[in-house]
């Protein structure tokens, strides 16, 4: 499945949830702009890593490996991004969104 996403304003409050993906990875491709994808710690609840996407810069492209709790955060406005998972849309469920 892929799916081109428009991260939108840097300054909005458009927020991704912490989620995991437990069935399938993710690959994320920064096709226009700025984006940092984040990791977190299940058992802490904590950002561990950061790394910061964009067509120009060192990281263009990541592979997020499934059961791993992350969110994206737009840092340009109008960044565009495509993501692209190795198996069939499934919705998230609660146990599959991170409570902080």
Not at 78 to 91: A, H, R, T
Request: proline share 6%.
């Amino acid at each position: 499945m892929w799916n081109p996403f428009l991260c939108g304003d840097a300054n909005e409050k458009s927020v991704v949830p912490i989620h995991r993906h437990q069935k399938t990875s993710e690959t994320v491709v920064c096709l226009r702009g700025r984006v940092v994808e984040e990791y977190y710690d299940e058992q802490e609840r904590i950002c561990i890593e950061t790394i910061e996407l964009t067509p120009n810069g060192l990281t263009v492209a990541l592979n997020i490996p499934p059961g791993q709790w992350h969110t994206i955060r737009s840092l340009e406005s109008g960044s565009v991004i495509l993501e692209v998972k190795d198996g069939k849309f499934e919705p998230l469920s609660d146990v599959d969104i991170l409570q902080k």
